[in-house]
């Protein structure tokens, strides 16, 4: 279900990296947007009732028949892997394959001449090229649309212990099936199409992608729990049947280095031996508002510094960082009527950790890098508040649920 937002819910703050204003302060500007609200939020229309990350993240009934079925993908995997049957099955197939036969019909191109078209002059019919120019590209925009490209962050280190393959602290951002160029139709219409499409989205290449910073947006998620609560990923990349069946013997393997890769299969498509292919620099340069969705959580607590490090060297023409949160209301942490009653207790502003964490890791990778080395074209900060959560049922039996959202409300007197 995607979430839509109006204006009322945006916060829009003025940064800049050069002048190395002491990070602090714009956190002070963000704290009250962040603060947990008094009223309750359970019938607010942002509360996903119905989304299935509430009752999918709770109960246990899910964990053997899932924990059954990675194991035998994993043997699986492994079987293919040592039996080296796949080039040859692969190759097999291909030569099976007929060759297309192309027909060439013969054609007449001669022109017919009568006396009429000596006599008569053709009538010329209106081009799509004799619009003007914003015409014509609104109706190239109407024709391409807008587009999401979604990205997963994968920290290593999270899912490979030490002993086994070293100190690896790599940061890679997986982009699982992104639109090709082939589904760009328009650049099959005619020339004036194909330029213009060019000028949009960049020159057609394998190590990139069609993306235009005027009409598609990227968002970019955090690793999020399985469905067990537990910090392991049980689809993509990440999936321990893939990670540990990769060749760690081999020095240059991509996943010991940052940067951005694709894969041509879906999250749940992707195999030991799937292609991936790392994106240019020259492609990530066109990117100029990246949007951070953290509205649901993350498991990433103590990595988001070298987070930002890897995103702002990657992204260097970002001049807008967006995070979706949620908006969370204080029930969990009301005050009983005794206590109102008597003010025994001063009135206690709460903040979700989990956001605060996130913006001050930004503010300490800033400030320990040089200067145009981290974002230097950053502008602004946007928060929108794409979802409302009621803490009334983060409960301790619900400590799944709590865990997903990234509950540890930290608070302020």
Partial sequence: MELQYNHSRAFKVSVNTQLQEPWSKTLERILPFLQCVD???????????????????????????????????????????????????????????????????????????????????????????????????????????????????????????????????????????????????????????????????????????????????????????????????????????NLYLQDWNNDDHWLYYDGVYKFNENRYGVRPWSKVTKISNECLRRLNEITIDIHDGSTYKSHWKHIWHFLGRTFTNTTCLRFNISRVDCCARRESIEEQDLGLKKKKKYYLSHDIAILRELGLAIEESPPNRLFPKLEALKLVRVADYCTDVWSPENRRTRRLLGIKMAHTD
């Fill in 39 to 241: 009223e309750c939020n359970f019938d607010s229309q942002y509360h996903p009732k119905h989304r299935a990350s509430i009752e999918y993240y709770v109960g246990d009934h899910f964990k053997p028949i899932l924990m059954s079925y990675v194991g035998r993908t994993f043997n699986s995997w492994k079987k293919i892997l040592e039996s080296r049957t796949l080039k040859k099955t692969a190759l097999f197939r291909n030569q099976c394959r007929s060759p297309k036969k192309v027909f060439h019909t013969k054609q007449n191109h001669r022109a017919t001449v009568t006396p009429n078209n000596l006599t008569r002059p053709r009538k010329r019919t209106l081009e799509l090229l004799d619009l003007p120019c914003e015409v014509f590209q609104h109706i190239f925009e109407y024709v391409v649309g807008s587009y999401e490209l979604k990205g997963d962050l994968l920290r290593l280190c999270r899912h490979t212990p030490p002993s086994r393959y070293g100190q690896n602290t790599s940061t890679q951002l997986i982009l699982y099936k992104p639109r090709a160029w082939a589904e760009l139709k328009v650049l099959r219409i005619c020339r004036a199409f194909r330029n213009l499409a060019i000028s949009y989205y960049g020159f057609p290449q394998e190590n990139s992608f069609p993306f235009s910073p005027r009409l598609d947006a990227i968002v970019i998620q955090g690793e999020e729990l399985d469905c067990f609560g537990e910090e392991r990923a049980h689809s993509g990349i990440s999936c321990f049947a």
